[in-house]
């Protein structure tokens, strides 16, 4: 290996690859675009030696064409050979248009990375998450797409280096015309200590209630997967948990009336106790669960919230 | 308007079986079908043709033999033609090699205005095929979308759901769209549309058609080296409580008071 160079348009992400690039023993470099190039002194805190910096007018709304030639002139100019690139939707995007460029081996949404016998190897989910798929990139560069909160990020270095790289750059054919932020809403299923999910086995929005009520006792709040969200949208996109949505370490899960699809289920991995309840003894939520009921969640829920206030 | 949808050939993952032994997933003799996403991107490419009748929808697959009747489903559900790759000489490409062998099928097509691809395969979900593709054809690329609308003068406007915000883009065709599962609902087809499906053209195209090297495509191009593929390791406890309501939650309440992650 020559060179690591670290991108991501999310700083804490950017942070955290930083934190592994810095135990490679290599030259670390990141690459700061657009209004990123403010970060350079939190990214040597965390292992940067060198920030890449270009504000190239054609950076500003951050389309993917753009990014990734930015990225590969950078790569050019750094003699990086391992790019490592946050694994969001627009991280995950770049990646497959820079490793493109680049000739390039690439793997994304990995949740594991470490190094060993003298190679990055990453674990991501396949087979619609039946199976855990253990690779290692064998292209002269390799690209990995890591997603966020996969590192801990951690402290190491101090000080590094700005270079303002000249970058050579055209105007992406794709134009922002609208950018609408969702709702951050008021819910933080992120850093809860306690997160009941609910999906597709709660009848109706009013049924919520009765998942509210259990949450309100445990002192948890309710998140949900992907259809709860994005296709009935009875609750904020910000509260969808798992791949493209958020992370969650709770110290108590429930999952309440969903099947456990690996697309959910990702985003729970670090929960201390895990508990499903749902009619379908199949469920694969089940093998997911420290404990698990199998029965009518309009039955279970409001007695065990009952039993829990009476304690 | 042609419309050029590329859809991948999966197994059906809900009939893998794990080998208890060695936790390795058993692939061999399942059925095959396509990804999830990739039917939301025909169905947005028929829903155009719908509005625009002299519109085109070509289906490009790359699969195992059996895709010659995988790709029935397509015509079906409204595709008017397919090309399939099913050459031995594909198996096990990397993403790199798939989009190799896309982007060359779709150079022999030659004309087409809008590529409509899923935000990614529902096996392993990489997503990297638009962004490769989009790169090796020198295209606009927009993915993640879920609302797409055909504008005047060869232009598309395009919602695309991103974690924190909605971005509203609009780009010139000819450019790659991915959708996502909730760009729209797509159709089951009837049964008319199925024993016209027959009648479609299918034209299966070798290495040789699309004129890629061997060295390109397949097992030995390919990037990546997998070390291993097997099911998860348990780590949680799956003790499944069944019986009276009360009985159940009782025990469920002893165990996560055991567990200490009940607040006192």
Same mark, same amino acid.
């Given at each position: 290996?020559?060179?690591v160079?670290?991108?991501?348009?999310?700083?804490?992400?950017?942070q955290?690859?930083?934190?592994?690039?810095?135990?490679? @023993?290599?030259?670390?470099?990141?690459?700061?675009?657009?209004?990123?190039?403010?970060?350079?002194?939190?990214?040597?805190?965390?292992g940067?030696?060198?920030?890449?910096?270009?504000?190239?007018?054609?950076?500003?709304?951050? @389309?993917?064409?753009?990014?990734?030639?930015?990225?590969?002139?950078?790569?050019?100019?750094?003699?990086?050979d391992?790019?490592?690139?946050?694994?969001?939707?627009?991280?995950?995007?770049?990646?497959?248009?820079?490793?493109?460029k680049?000739?390039a081996?690439?793997?994304?949404?990995?949740n594991g990375?470490?190094?060993?016998?003298?190679?990055?190897?990453?674990?991501?989910?396949?087979?619609?998450?039946?199976?855990?798929?253990?690779?290692?990139?064998?292209?002269?560069? @390799?690209?990995?797409?890591?997603?966020?909160?996969?590192?801990?990020?951690?402290?190491?270095?101090?000080?590094?280096?700005?270079?303002?790289?000249?970058l050579?750059?055209?105007?992406?054919p794709?134009k922002?015309?609208?950018?609408?932020?969702?709702?951050?809403g008021?819910?933080?299923?992120?850093?809860t200590?306690?997160?009941?999910?609910?999906?597709?086995?709660v009848?109706?929005?009013?049924?919520?209630?009765?998942?509210?009520?259990?949450?309100?006792t445990?002192?948890?709040?309710?998140?949900?997967?992907?259809?709860?969200?994005?296709?009935?949208?009875w609750?904020?996109?910000?509260?969808?948990?798992?791949?493209?949505?958020k992370?969650?370490?709770?110290?108590?899960?429930?999952?309440?009336g969903?099947?456990?699809?690996?697309?959910h289920t990702?985003?729970i991995?670090?929960?201390?106790?895990?508990?499903?309840?749902?009619?379908?003894?199949?469920?694969?939520?089940f093998?997911?669960?420290?404990?698990?009921?199998?029965?009518?969640l309009?039955?279970?829920?409001?007695?065990?919230?009952?039993?829990?206030?009476?304690? | 308007?042609?419309?050029?949808?590329?859809?991948?050939?999966?197994?059906?993952?809900?009939?893998?079986?794990?080998?208890?032994?060695?936790?390795?997933p058993?692939?061999?003799?399942?059925?095959?079908?396509?990804?999830?996403?990739?039917?939301?991107?025909?169905?947005?490419a028929?829903?155009?043709?719908?509005?625009?009748?002299?519109?085109?929808?070509?289906?490009?697959a790359?699969?195992?033999?059996?895709?010659?009747?995988?790709?029935?489903?397509?015509?079906?559900?409204?595709?008017d033609?397919?090309?399939?790759?099913t050459?031995?000489?594909f198996?096990?490409s990397?993403?790199?090699?798939?989009?190799?062998?896309?982007?060359?099928?779709?150079?022999?097509i030659?004309?087409f205005d809008?590529?409509?691809m899923?935000?990614?395969?529902?096996?392993?979900?990489?997503?990297?095929?638009p962004?490769r593709? #989009?790169?090796?054809?020198?295209?606009p690329?927009?993915?993640?979308?879920?609302?797409?609308?055909?504008?005047?003068?060869?232009?598309i406007?395009a919602?695309r759901?991103?974690?924190?915000?909605l971005?509203?883009?609009?780009?010139s065709?000819?450019?790659?769209?991915?959708?996502?599962?909730? #760009?729209?609902?797509?159709?089951?087809?009837?049964?008319?549309?199925i024993l016209?499906?027959?009648?479609k053209?299918?034209k299966?195209?070798g290495?040789?058609?699309?004129?890629? #090297? #061997?060295?390109?495509?397949?097992?030995?191009a390919?990037?990546?080296?997998?070390?291993?593929?097997?099911?998860?390791?348990?780590?949680?406890?799956?003790?499944?409580?069944?019986g009276?309501?009360?009985?159940?939650?009782?025990?469920?309440?002893?165990?996560?008071?055991?567990?200490?992650?009940?607040?006192?």
């Amino acid at each position: 290996m020559s060179g690591v160079l670290v991108y991501s348009e999310r700083k804490s992400v950017a942070q955290e690859l930083l934190t592994f690039a810095a135990t490679l @023993q290599q030259p670390v470099g990141v690459a700061l675009l657009g209004q990123a190039v403010a970060w350079a002194q939190d990214c040597f805190a965390h292992g940067a030696q060198k920030a890449f910096t270009s504000n190239d007018a054609a950076l500003a709304d951050l @389309q993917a064409d753009v990014l990734a030639e930015a990225l590969a002139q950078i790569v050019q100019q750094a003699d990086a050979d391992v790019i490592l690139v946050g694994s969001t939707l627009r991280g995950r995007e770049v990646a497959g248009r820079l490793a493109q460029k680049l000739n390039a081996g690439c793997t994304t949404d990995a949740n594991g990375l470490h190094f060993e016998n003298g190679q990055i190897v990453a674990t991501r989910y396949a087979l619609g998450g039946n199976t855990v798929s253990t690779q290692v990139v064998k292209s002269a560069r @390799q690209v990995i797409a890591v997603m966020p909160q996969t590192i801990q990020a951690a402290p190491a270095g101090g000080s590094g280096e700005v270079v303002e790289v000249k970058l050579t750059l055209s105007p992406s054919p794709v134009k922002t015309v609208e950018r609408k932020p969702k709702e951050a809403g008021s819910v933080n299923v992120e850093s809860t200590e306690v997160l009941l999910c609910v999906g597709r086995g709660v009848g109706e929005q009013k049924d919520l209630a009765v998942i509210q009520a259990l949450a309100d006792t445990l002192g948890g709040v309710i998140g949900c997967t992907r259809p709860i969200s994005h296709d009935k949208h009875w609750l904020s996109e910000n509260q969808m948990i798992g791949m493209s949505g958020k992370m969650s370490s709770p110290r108590l899960y429930i999952g309440v009336g969903l099947s456990g699809q690996i697309q959910h289920t990702v985003g729970i991995m670090g929960a201390k106790v895990t508990v499903a309840i749902n009619s379908d003894k199949n469920a694969p939520i089940f093998k997911m669960a420290d404990y698990g009921i199998v029965g009518d969640l309009y039955q279970v829920v409001p007695r065990l919230t009952e039993k829990l206030k009476a304690r | 308007m042609h419309i050029i949808v590329c859809m991948k050939q999966i197994v059906d993952l809900e009939k893998i079986r794990i080998k208890p032994d060695t936790r390795e997933p058993v692939l061999e003799g399942l059925p095959f079908k396509f990804g999830d996403f990739d039917k939301n991107a025909l169905e947005e490419a028929v829903r155009i043709k719908e509005k625009m009748p002299d519109a085109k929808i070509t289906a490009v697959a790359i699969g195992a033999p059996k895709l010659k009747d995988t790709i029935k489903e397509a015509l079906a559900i409204g595709a008017d033609e397919a090309v399939i790759l099913t050459d031995a000489a594909f198996n096990g490409s990397d993403e790199m090699g798939t989009s190799r062998a896309l982007a060359k099928v779709v150079q022999k097509i030659g004309e087409f205005d809008l590529i409509l691809m899923g935000e990614g395969s529902t096996d392993d979900h990489s997503g990297q095929a638009p962004s490769r593709l #989009a790169e090796l054809l020198g295209l606009p690329q927009v993915t993640y979308v879920r609302e797409l609308q055909v504008l005047e003068g060869k232009r598309i406007r395009a919602t695309r759901d991103l974690e924190d915000a909605l971005e509203v883009v609009e780009t010139s065709l000819p450019a790659i769209v991915s959708v996502t599962g909730e #760009a729209n609902t797509p159709r089951l087809p009837p049964l008319t549309a199925i024993l016209k499906a027959a009648r479609k053209p299918v034209k299966t195209w070798g290495p040789g058609d699309i004129g890629i #090297a #061997a060295g390109e495509v397949g097992a030995g191009a390919s990037t990546i080296h997998v070390l291993s593929n097997l099911a998860p390791t348990q780590q949680r406890k799956e003790v499944i409580l069944e019986g009276a309501v009360d009985d159940v939650i009782d025990e469920l309440l002893k165990a996560l008071e055991r567990e200490g992650v009940l607040s006192s």
